[in-house]
T-cell receptor, first 115, second 109 residues
Framework: AAGVIQSPRHLIKEKRETATLKCYPI?????VYWYQQGPGQDPQFLISFYEKMQSDKGSIPDRFSAQQFSDYHSELNMSSLELGDSALYFC??????????????FGAGSRLTVL | RKEVEQDPGPFNVPEGATVAFNCTYSNSASQSFFWYRQDCRKEPKLLMSVYSSGNEDGRFTAQLNRASQYISLLIRDSKLSDSATYLCVVDDSWGKFQFGAGTQVVVTP
C-alpha cells in the first residue's frame, strides 16, 4: 500500500540558509500534519492542513511556512535556519473523519542538519 | 503540564517477561487513543488503536479506562525486538493529536 512519502530524506544546510521539505500524503487522505522531533523529544506539532486549507497551527516559528497544493502534497519552507532547527521533520496524513477512524500515518522523515 | 502524560522510562525488561505502562490524558472529550512504536531515528508506527474498552493483538494488550482517563499497554513474553519507545497519542475530538513524551522499553537478554 502507498505510504506517506517525504523528501529529501537528509538535508544539510548552513545557518541563515533556507530549506524546503516535501510531503506526499497517502492518496485520499485529506489531512496533512508536520511535526518536528529533536533528539530525545516527542514529536512537536507544527502545522496541519485539511483539504488544502490550514486547519491548525502549533509551535511553528514565524521563519517557517507551509502550504498544501492542489494535488494534496505539502511543502514546509524554512528560512533563516538556526542551529536549533536541526531535527527530524515528520509529515503525517490521516483519513477523513467522516469515513472512518482518524489514524495518523507517518512518513519516514526528513533529517535536517544545520551547520 | 502536557495533555498526555506517560510513565517515565526506561523500563528494563528481561526477555520473556511482561511489562506494562500507562498513559493519562486530560481532555475527557477525547475519543480515540493510539499506541505508536518508534525506533531510534525512525518514524512512529502505529502499534494499536484503542477505541472502546481495549483490545488485544498477539502479545500486546491495550486497555482504556475512561473514568480515570488513562490507557495502558501490556507486552507479554517480551522479545528483544520489542525494545523501542512507545508513544501514546490521543485524538482530542477536534482532530488534533496530542502526543505523550514516550516510554522507553529496553528488553535485555
Amino acid at each position: 500500500a502507498a505510504g506517506v512519502i517525504q523528501s529529501p530524506r537528509h538535508l544539510i544546510k548552513e545557518k541563515r540558509e533556507t530549506a524546503t521539505l516535501k510531503c506526499y500524503p497517502i492518496p485520499r487522505h485529506d489531512t496533512v500534519y508536520w511535526y518536528q522531533q529533536g533528539p530525545g523529544q516527542d514529536p512537536q506539532f507544527l502545522i496541519s492542513f485539511y483539504e488544502k486549507m490550514q486547519s491548525d497551527k502549533g509551535s511553528i516559528p514565524d521563519r517557517f511556512s507551509a502550504q498544501q497544493f492542489s494535488d494534496y502534497h505539502s511543502e514546509l519552507n524554512m528560512s533563516s535556519l538556526e542551529l536549533g532547527d536541526s531535527a527530524l521533520y515528520f509529515c503525517a496524513s490521516s483519513f477523513d473523519r467522516g469515513s472512518g477512524a482518524n489514524v495518523l500515518t507517518f512518513g519516514a522523515g526528513s533529517r535536517l542538519t544545520v551547520l | 503540564r502536557k495533555e498526555v502524560e506517560q510513565d517515565p522510562g526506561p523500563f528494563n525488561v528481561p526477555e520473556g517477561a511482561t511489562v506494562a505502562f500507562n498513559c493519562t490524558y486530560s481532555n475527557s472529550a477525547s475519543q480515540s487513543f493510539f499506541w505508536y512504536r518508534q525506533d531510534c531515528r525512525k518514524e512512529p508506527k502505529l502499534l494499536m488503536s484503542v477505541y472502546s474498552s481495549g483490545n488485544e493483538d498477539g502479545r500486546f494488550t491495550a486497555q482504556l479506562n475512561r473514568a480515570s482517563q488513562y490507557i495502558s499497554l501490556l507486552i507479554r513474553d517480551s522479545k528483544l525486538s520489542d525494545s523501542a519507545t512507545y508513544l501514546c497519542v490521543v485524538d482530542d475530538s477536534w482532530g488534533k493529536f496530542q502526543f505523550g513524551a514516550g516510554t522507553q522499553v529496553v528488553v535485555t537478554p
